[in-house]
C-alpha cells in the first residue's frame, strides 16, 4: 500500500482545457493527516508511513511519539512446547536445509529436556503420532496432546534421522513418555519473535510479516537475562579441566 501526499500547485497560465484536464487526472483529494503510523498487513516488511507534518497545517509535531506496537489478531503458530519439548513445523524449507526427506510431515524437536530427555527424544526427531493421533502440524500436535493429557504416560511415535552422509535415511521409533504426578497437560503453542519496524527479514520469504510477528519493543527481555548467547556453547572437556565458564557459576553442570 502505498500513500502520496502533496500540495496542488498554482496552475500554469498557458494551460488550456482545464476541465478535460481535470477528468482525466481525477479528482484531487484534499492531503490528511494520518494521527499515527500505519502498519501495512500484506507488506514484507512491516515498515511505518511517516505522517507529512505538512499536511497538518505545515508545522511539525513538538514531541515525536513513539511508535505503537503492533500485535496481528490472527498469528500463524510458529513452535509448541510440552514435557521439555521445543518442536515446531517441519516445513519443505527445514527438510531442505537439514537434509530431510521432502515431504515428511510432523513437529521437529528443536530441543528436548525434562522429561522428554528422559524418555530417549532427542533433537532432531520428527514427531508423527501421539498414542494413536497423528501429528503433522502444530495443531495437531497440540490436539493430539490433549487425548493424553490426564494420562501418566502416552507414547510418542518420531522418525529419527541417521546422521551418515549422502541421502538422508530415517527410521521409525516409539518412545514412553511419563508424568508421575499431575498428568501429561497438553502442549501450549507460540507465535514468532517479535521484530522491529522496517527490520529487514532474517530468513527467506514465507508470507507478510504480520502473519507471523508482533511488531515493536516489550515483547522480548533484551539482552536475555540469562546472558548466554544462543546456542549455547560446547562445553569441552578442556573448559571444565580449567574451570572455565560460558556464565557465572550455579553450580555443577
Known amino acids: 500500500l502505498a500513500l502520496v501526499i502533496g500540495r496542488q500547485g498554482p496552475v500554469a497560465p498557458q494551460a488550456t482545457n482545464t476541465q478535460s484536464q481535470a477528468v482525466a487526472a481525477g479528482p484531487v483529494a484534499a492531503p490528511v ?3 499515527q503510523p500505519l502498519y501495512p498487513q500484506a507488506a514484507n516488511v512491516a515498515m511505518p508511513v511517516e505522517p507529512d507534518p505538512a499536511a497538518g497545517g505545515g508545522t511539525a509535531p513538538a514531541t515525536e511519539s513513539p511508535l505503537p506496537n503492533f500485535v496481528p489478531r490472527k ?24 537434509n530431510y526427506p521432502r515431504g515428511l510431515q510432523g513437529v521437529l524437536l528443536g530441543e528436548v529436556t525434562l ?22 502440524d502444530i495443531e495437531s500436535f497440540k490436539a493430539a496432546s490433549r487425548t493424553v493429557a490426564n494420562r501418566s504416560e502416552a507414547r510418542i511415535s518420531v522418525l ?13 521409533l516409539t518412545v514412553v513418555l511419563r508424568e508421575a504426578e499431575g498428568g501429561l497437560g497438553f502442549a501450549q503453542l507460540e507465535g514468532a519473535p517479535m521484530i522491529l519496524a522496517g527490520d529487514p527479514r532474517p530468513h527467506g520469504y514465507r508470507g507478510a510479516c504480520t502473519d507471523c510477528h508482533p511488531i515493536g519493543q516489550g515483547f522480548e527481555l533484551t539482552p536475555d537475562p540469562d546472558l548466554i548467547s544462543l546456542p549455547p556453547p560446547t562445553i569441552t572437556r578442556d573448559m571444565v579441566a580449567r574451570s572455565v565458564n560460558p556464565h557465572e557459576v550455579r553450580g555443577p553442570c
Not at 500463524?76 to 516445513?91: I, N, P, S
Open 160 to 172: 529419527r534421522k541417521d546422521n551418515r552422509p549422502g541421502a538422508p535415511v530415517v527410521r521409525k
Open 75 to 98: 498469528l500463524k503458530v510458529f513452535e509448541g512446547h510440552w514435557q521439555g519439548m521445543d518442536g515446531r513445523l517441519m516445513t519443505e524449507e527445514l527438510a531442505r536445509k537439514l
Open 33 to 35: 493527516a494520518f494521527p
Open 115 to 136: 522429561n522428554a530427555a528422559f524418555s530417549g527424544l532427542l533433537a532432531g526427531d520428527v514427531i508423527v503420532r501421539i498414542d494413536d493421533t497423528p501429528v503433522t
